[in-house]
């Protein structure tokens, strides 16, 4: 039996490793920036406030639900992703 090419031993593991550290800092890397963006993509207009209800932040995008309005109870739910997959800059829309 013949043995495992450097692809099989060297690339794929690597590969798996990388793409584990980059899902693992989605989730636990620091999120101050993508939280300020959700927030601005939110409110929609200057000066307003808004009030983080709900969050979770998984390998492949966070999603936030802001409650705009206290006295109406308005809530608005915002998805923000990456460009490519594990990488590249956050883009929020409101949903």
């Given at each position: 039996?013949?043995?495992?090419?450097?692809?099989?031993?060297?690339?794929?593991?690597?590969?798996?490793?990388?793409?584990?550290a980059a899902g693992l800092y989605n989730v636990y890397g620091d999120?101050?920036?993508?939280?300020?963006?959700?927030e601005r993509t939110a409110c929609g207009t200057p000066g307003c406030?808004?009030?983080?209800?709900?969050?979770?932040?998984?390998?492949?995008?966070?999603?936030?639900?802001?409650?705009?309005?206290?006295?109406?109870?308005?809530?608005?739910?915002?998805?923000?992703?990456?460009?490519?997959?594990?990488?590249?800059?956050?883009?929020?829309?409101?949903?």
């Amino acid at each position: 039996m013949s043995q495992p090419g450097p692809v099989r031993r060297i690339v794929i593991p690597a590969l798996c490793i990388g793409l584990t550290a980059a899902g693992l800092y989605n989730v636990y890397g620091d999120s101050s920036a993508v939280t300020a963006l959700a927030e601005r993509t939110a409110c929609g207009t200057p000066g307003c406030a808004v009030k983080m209800i709900e969050y979770s932040r998984t390998p492949f995008n966070h999603a936030y639900t802001f409650q705009l309005d206290v006295k109406t109870g308005r809530v608005t739910q915002v998805a923000c992703t990456r460009a490519f997959l594990f990488l590249g800059d956050y883009s929020c829309s409101a949903k």
